[in-house]
């Protein structure tokens, strides 16, 4: 781990730093610290990849992480490989090359979150056995993945995600997916779901048996009702549900005031100022 900048926001220090993740990359993250001696419980935290978005980084969840340290929890919020100024998005490429680097850069994640949770495991003020994983969208799709394998993460809360990619696209009535199936051959995508198997979370999700698992699902996704139920149940967690909420793929407060209730439950967080969560503005 190296540091490159430590701030202070009231009590808590926050850590700007990097550490090594796969193929020897550095990953860069904010650590947050709260106030006095732990042992702490902590969250790693997954941003999503919305085109746009000025939080589309590390700093999505940073707001929320604050109040949290505020409660006595521990964060470590990572950018995604995608993001860093060493990746290099494929030019002139075929549609499919660029899905398999997207599924190139999840299974860089997945190391990159465990080497995270490595990290985690180094402190004295952490509580090994009260670690979460919060992930949206993209960073969903990797925990689902990540649930499946890393057996010291006990709570996860996955956001806004999809957790059957191959069912999910043939599936799918959008025009765009339609033409996107044409163009790219549907023999030549059955044959990227076999080659890249390991980045479909569906072959994941029947080994989370000891793991809370909390899906929060927004009613202008594309995904049913139906379907979320689907994947609640293909998680084979005995501790697990969902919720739907009425926004868009950015969530809302609702869903903020809900993911925090339930990990104030599942890691044992003292009383969390639920007025400072409601004054975040809205995720862009």
């Known amino acids: 781990m190296r540091e490159t900048d430590v701030q202070k926001r009231g009590d808590i220090r ?11 990359d550095r990953v860069p993250a904010y650590l947050l610290i709260p106030h006095g001696n732990g042992p702490f419980p902590a969250i790693i935290w997954g941003h999503w990849l919305m085109k746009g978005s000025p939080l589309a980084n590390k700093d999505e969840f940073l707001e929320e992480a604050l109040v949290l340290a505020r409660a006595g929890v521990v964060s470590l919020l990572i950018d995604a490989p995608q993001i860093r100024h060493d990746f290099v998005e494929k030019k002139d490429a075929s549609t499919l090359d660029l899905v398999k680097q997207q599924s190139d850069a999840a299974g860089h994640q997945v190391i990159d979150l465990r080497r995270g949770v490595d990290l985690l495991y180094g402190r004295h003020d952490v509580d090994r056995k009260r670690i979460a994983y919060v992930g949206h969208s993209w960073n969903a799709h990797v925990g689902a993945i990540l649930a499946g394998v890393e057996t010291r993460i006990g709570s996860f809360v996955l956001m806004a995600s999809g957790y059957s990619d191959e069912e999910e696209l043939f599936a799918s009535k959008d025009p765009a997916r339609k033409a996107q199936i044409k163009e790219m051959g549907e023999d030549n995508i059955r044959e990227y779901f076999h080659e890249y198997a390991w980045d479909d979370p569906i072959y ?7 793991e809370g698992i909390f899906l929060q699902f927004a009613s202008r996704d594309d995904i049913s009702k139906a379907q979320a139920q689907k994947y609640l149940d293909a998680f084979s967690s005995k501790d697990k549900q969902m919720a739907f909420y009425d926004a868009p793929h950015a969530l809302n407060s609702a869903a903020r005031l809900d993911r925090v209730r339930w990990l104030q439950k599942h890691l044992g967080i003292k009383k969390v100022d639920e007025k400072e969560l409601e004054s975040i503005p809205p995720l862009k």
């Open 14 to 24: 926050l850590i700007e730093l990097n550490y090594a993740g796969a193929s020897g």
């Open 204 to 210: 994941f999700l029947g080994h989370t048996d000891r």
